[in-house]
């Protein structure tokens, strides 16, 4: 069994507690990441940072960290108003190359999810009303959540109507959604990764497949981590 854990906010208060497992995987390129980075880096454990490519976005590296937002908030901000100053610029991802127990890794492009039917429920966040409202969808009777889209065929919405995916809509989403992560890594990082985090730990034997036989991933992180 692994003594994996996995972590979105960086805080102060947690980063001791870190140093106690084999492996710490950061979640989603946060800008708390990058700022606490001198004191992971003294933890002497190997630390994952955990990139969905389209979060980050071009820009300086910063100082000052700004008001901790809770999750919530920031993915509000991110989904329903396009800021993104919450999350890492690439000249701040590129400058962890430097630390010997870092890891820049892919944790998918869009960190997408889809929706699932059955019961309405898992889908009161804000940012989630507002996200989908936004697509011209606001009747959740028969939703019940939220699967990664890399994983569940699920529904769009296309002009305000549910249309399920089938598994060639299913394929050709994980062809583009990795491709352009790998195009981002080789672009922005000069790297060719073979490591990969699942989005929300979600995973599939037909995802894993396709990572493995047409990009040439070779070790899958997800299932086996703790949460803190
Ligand atoms: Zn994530």
């Known amino acids: 069994m692994s003594n994996y ?42 630390i994952y940072f955990s990139i969905p490519t ?61 929706l699932t039917n059955g019961r309405c429920e898992n889908i009161n966040d804000k940012w989630k009303r507002c996200l989908y409202k936004n697509k011209g969808f606001d009747c959740f009777d028969i939703i019940s959540g939220f699967r990664s889209a890399l994983v569940e065929n699920g529904f769009e919405i296309i002009s305000g109507k549910l249309h399920k995916r089938n598994m060639n809509d299913l394929y050709d989403f994980i062809i583009r959604d990795t491709q352009l992560m790998m195009d981002m890594f080789l672009y922005e990082l000069d790297d060719v990764p073979h490591d990969y985090v699942f989005p929300f730990n979600h995973q599939s034997d037909f995802l894993i497949d396709i990572l493995g036989n047409e990009f040439g991933f070779n070790n899958f992180y997800g299932k086996d981590r703790n949460e803190l």
Do not use: A
């Open 5 to 46: 854990v996995y972590v979105h906010d960086v805080t102060l208060g947690i980063i001791d507690e870190l140093g106690g497992y084999d492996k710490v995987f950061l979640d989603d390129g946060l800008y708390s990441h990058y700022y606490y980075r001198d004191h992971l880096s003294s933890l002497n454990v190997p």
């Open 54 to 114: 389209s979060f980050i976005y071009n820009g300086c590296v910063r100082r000052h960290f700004p008001k901790f937002k809770e999750p919530s908030v920031y993915m509000y901000e991110y989904h329903c108003k396009n800021i993104k100053s919450n999350f890492m610029t690439w000249d701040e991802v590129r400058s962890l190359k430097k630390y010997d127990n870092f890891y820049i890794v892919p944790h998918s492009h869009y960190h997408r999810t889809i």
